[in-house]
């Protein structure tokens, strides 16, 4: 496994890993413990994405492009696309 985002907190890891978990890529999200042991103020950075060393490739592709705003929360799927029309 392999670190491939760093969040800004707990709240923004599960975001970016429930999007990867939407296109196939199993993430995992660590850092929660941290977090609790720092006390009632959230630390920043604390978060972390780990995802398999196979969907390494994809998943660092699929982060960039929600980094640069290039990106939904969703894969394409056609059977949203046919409900929007």
Do not use: C, F
């Amino acid at each position: 496994m392999k670190i491939i985002y760093k969040a800004n907190d707990i709240l923004e890891a599960h975001i970016v890993a429930g999007m990867l978990q939407s296109y196939g890529i199993e993430a995992h999200v660590g850092g929660h413990y941290l977090q609790g042991a720092a006390g009632d103020v959230a630390p920043l950075g604390i978060a972390n994405i780990l995802v398999q060393d196979d969907d390494i490739e994809q998943a660092e592709r699929i982060v960039s492009q929600y980094q640069n705003g290039e990106t939904s929360s969703e894969p394409d799927d056609p059977l949203l696309a046919s409900e929007s029309s």
